[in-house]
């Protein structure tokens, strides 16, 4: 399995993953160019992308899959109601519709609801021959039910968005924070920390944090207070990351 995150924040998000046999784009935001650029920097040809798993439908997160997929056929996987609320897809063919597992011949994709503002938001658990990456952003908290599912995964990919105080004492108005903290909005680094010390076992190798604010939240605050969150309940791991806005990542390999 290879792992590439392309672009994780609020001006567009993609990840890449491989399996032996697929070649996956979760989320396609930013736009076409950047998407297939990034593609060709790390050795994949775009035409050779055969799933593309969509998490939500806020535009970071599909900005650029219109016009993906007018080039590259690949298959679009999303719940029913996600997909009637799609106009722009409507009369592409390649559509997979799924409830909470995504099947293909050789993969089972799990995936787990989301507490977000858009409509039939979902995160990924992607295994394949005891190999295994969990991407999780765009969600006010992780339910409780999901943990077991969730637990000991080789490479998570979570959602750090923002620091509570600095999110609190800046600029954006009230409503907007408000929806920020809320049960329907981010995780804050906080948060993440909290839930890495669940997840985080003898199994994991890695991980990034996902979707950072780049008005309430910096690199450095969220590793600090991340790291913080996992000596405070006794975890030891320290191959954290965060993903860059810009920037791709190591393409991690498993």
Same mark, same amino acid.
């Given at each position: 399995?290879?792992?590439?995150?392309?672009?994780?924040?609020?001006?567009?998000?993609?990840?890449?993953?491989?399996?032996?046999?697929? !070649?996956?784009?979760?989320?396609?935001?930013?736009?076409?160019?950047?998407?297939?650029?990034?593609?060709?920097?790390?050795?994949?040809?775009?035409?050779?992308?055969?799933?593309?798993?969509?998490?939500?439908?806020?535009?970071?997160?599909?900005?650029?899959?219109?016009?993906? =997929?007018?080039?590259?056929?690949?298959?679009?996987?999303?719940?029913?109601?996600?997909?009637?609320?799609?106009?722009?897809?409507?009369?592409?063919?390649?559509?997979?519709?799924?409830?909470?597992?995504?099947?293909?011949?050789?993969?089972?994709?799990?995936?787990?609801?989301?507490?977000?503002?858009?409509?039939?938001?979902?995160?990924?658990?992607?295994?394949?021959?005891?190999?295994? =990456?969990?991407?999780?952003?765009?969600?006010?908290?992780?339910?409780?039910?999901?943990?077991?599912?969730?637990?000991?995964?080789?490479?998570?990919?979570?959602?750090?968005?923002?620091?509570?105080?600095?999110?609190?004492?800046?600029?954006?108005?009230?409503?907007?924070?408000?929806?920020?903290?809320?049960?329907?909005?981010?995780?804050?680094?906080?948060?993440?920390?909290?839930?890495?010390? !669940?997840?985080?076992?003898?199994?994991?190798?890695? =991980?990034?944090?996902?979707?950072?604010?780049?008005?309430?939240?910096?690199?450095?605050?969220?590793?600090?207070?991340?790291?913080?969150?996992?000596?405070?309940?006794? =975890?030891?791991?320290?191959?954290?990351?965060?993903?860059?806005?810009?920037?791709?990542?190591?393409?991690?390999?498993?």
């Amino acid at each position: 399995m290879r792992i590439c995150i392309f672009a994780s924040g609020s001006k567009g998000n993609s990840t890449y993953i491989e399996t032996k046999n697929h !070649k996956i784009l979760l989320d396609m935001g930013k736009n076409k160019k950047y998407i297939v650029d990034s593609l060709k920097s790390i050795g994949v040809n775009p035409k050779d992308i055969d799933i593309i798993l969509i998490s939500h439908l806020h535009n970071d997160h599909i900005s650029a899959l219109e016009n993906f =997929v007018k080039s590259y056929k690949a298959t679009v996987c999303m719940p029913e109601k996600m997909f009637a609320s799609l106009d722009s897809l409507q009369n592409y063919e390649h559509i997979k519709i799924y409830d909470d597992e995504i099947e293909f011949e050789d993969l089972t994709i799990k995936t787990i609801k989301s507490s977000h503002d858009a409509v039939a938001s979902r995160n990924f658990i992607i295994e394949e021959d005891g190999h295994s =990456v969990v991407q999780i952003t765009d969600t006010g908290y992780i339910k409780s039910k999901y943990f077991n599912l969730l637990k000991n995964k080789e490479v998570y990919l979570l959602e750090s968005n923002h620091d509570i105080e600095m999110l609190t004492h800046g600029p954006y108005p009230d409503w907007l924070k408000k929806r920020v903290l809320s049960d329907e909005g981010h995780l804050s680094n906080q948060a993440c920390g909290f839930y890495l010390a !669940k997840l985080i076992g003898d199994k994991t190798k890695k =991980v990034y944090l996902m979707h950072l604010s780049e008005v309430n939240n910096t690199p450095s605050i969220a590793l600090a207070t991340v790291k913080d969150s996992l000596r405070e309940y006794n =975890v030891s791991f320290e191959d954290i990351k965060c993903a860059e806005q810009d920037n791709i990542s190591e393409v991690i390999e498993l």
